[in-house]
């Protein structure tokens, strides 16, 4: 009988295995940290620039500094340099041909490298609308509108990146607004004070007391904001005989305030002044006296007069009550309109003044009159 013999296959050595793990990982690791030193030498316009392996054309264009050579945003109003490396990037070329960005380069291959172009801007066109110039004519604190502005219309053209004008076609011509100033003089020595952005507690008051005292009534211009704060101080202006002009809301109107606006500014004060008073405010005061044609049409449309000054000793920078005081009766003559302020700030040196500038006017010959007032005066002269 024949016998076999049976190979059995041996067990893996355990510890041969782990020797061979063991070599394997550090291989790897020799593999990785050696990565990083593996450079791609590049020759660019005759320079050799080294880069990581693997690299693409971008990577060669930011080491080398190519971003430098992209080319200008040129403005579309007058040809300036609008942003420097606005305009197209830098070619890098292999042979003659464009690369683009993701384009693996090799190892001491020759690339050369193009200034990029210069780009103008794009351009948008817009039909807008044309805001009508003030014309004023005459002198004087007061300003009746004669003519209403008509807003026209342009198709105007813009460079997209400054946004400023390339070129406009006026398609409707705006119509100005015209504006007549008078009252500067009256042969009454009478006078107005004018007192602005109140009511202002502790400070109102006061005011009040002294004309009271003096037996003067006034005109308070006062904000919307702060009537609407304070209505029993819009009460006690009313009740005692004064005036109550419109200052608007916020105190924030200048030229360029579109009409919607200034008319949000203007009926919110209007509507603060009645509610508090029962007296809906005929005067319009624009802060600082900056006008435009939105608070032009805005006052007109709501039968406001507005009004500015003659006087203005600058209460407001504190020059002391008796530097004020002189400002205000040295520049005073036969029709002036005063401008004080009631609020917006510390102006106790105005209260302490206040006294004085009455008195001596008085001494001089003047009657102080409301606005009002002093509008029927001129308007009676100016009848006869």
């Not at 609020?343 to 008195?359: E, H, K, N, Y």
């Amino acid at each position: 009988m024949k016998t076999f013999e049976v190979r059995r296959p041996e067990r893996p050595d355990p510890s041969r295995r782990a020797a061979a793990a063991a070599v394997f990982v550090v291989l790897a690791l020799l593999a990785v940290s050696y990565r990083p030193f593996l450079t791609c030498q590049v020759v660019l316009d005759g320079e050799h620039v080294a880069l990581g392996h693997p690299a693409v054309v971008a990577d060669l264009a930011a080491e080398a500094g190519a971003a430098g050579l992209a080319g200008d945003l040129i403005a579309a109003d007058d040809g300036s340099v609008a942003l420097r490396g606005g305009g197209s990037p830098a070619v890098i070329t292999r042979a003659g041909r464009p690369l683009v960005a993701d384009a693996r380069v090799w190892p001491v291959e020759k690339l050369a490298s193009h200034p990029g172009a210069d780009l103008v801007e794009a351009v948008v066109t817009r039909e807008m609308t044309v805001a009508p110039e003030i014309v004023e004519v005459g002198q004087g604190p007061m300003a009746l509108v004669v003519r209403e502005g008509v807003p026209g219309r342009a198709l105007v053209t813009v460079g997209s990146a400054t946004g400023r004008e390339v070129s406009r076609t006026v398609l409707t011509q705006a119509v100005d607004t015209r504006v007549v100033r008078s009252g500067g003089q009256a042969r009454l020595h009478v006078v107005s004070l004018t007192f602005d952005d109140g009511p202002w507690p502790g400070q109102t008051e006061r005011i009040l007391e002294i004309l009271a005292e003096e037996r003067v009534r006034a005109t308070f211009f006062m904000l919307g904001a702060n009537a609407a704060r304070y209505p029993e101080l819009v009460r006690r202006v009313v009740a005692e005989g004064h005036e109550v002009g419109n200052h608007t809301w916020s105190h924030t109107t200048d030229g360029s305030t579109p009409a919607a606006v200034a008319g949000r500014e203007i009926d919110s004060t209007q509507r603060a002044v009645w509610q508090a008073s029962g007296v809906v405010p005929r005067w319009f005061r624009p802060p600082g006296g900056r006008v435009g044609p939105g608070l032009v049409e805005a006052a007109r449309t709501r039968g406001l007069r507005i009004v500015w000054w003659t006087v203005d000793p600058w209460d407001w920078s504190r020059p002391g009550e008796a530097v004020l005081a002189e400002r205000v009766v040295g520049a005073t003559r036969p029709g002036s309109i005063v401008l004080l302020h009631d609020g917006g700030g510390d102006r106790s040196q105005t209260i302490v003044a206040l006294r004085d500038v009455i008195r001596r006017l008085k001494q001089g010959g003047y009657t102080m009159v409301t606005l009002d007032e002093l509008a029927e005066i001129q308007s009676a002269q100016a009848e006869r």
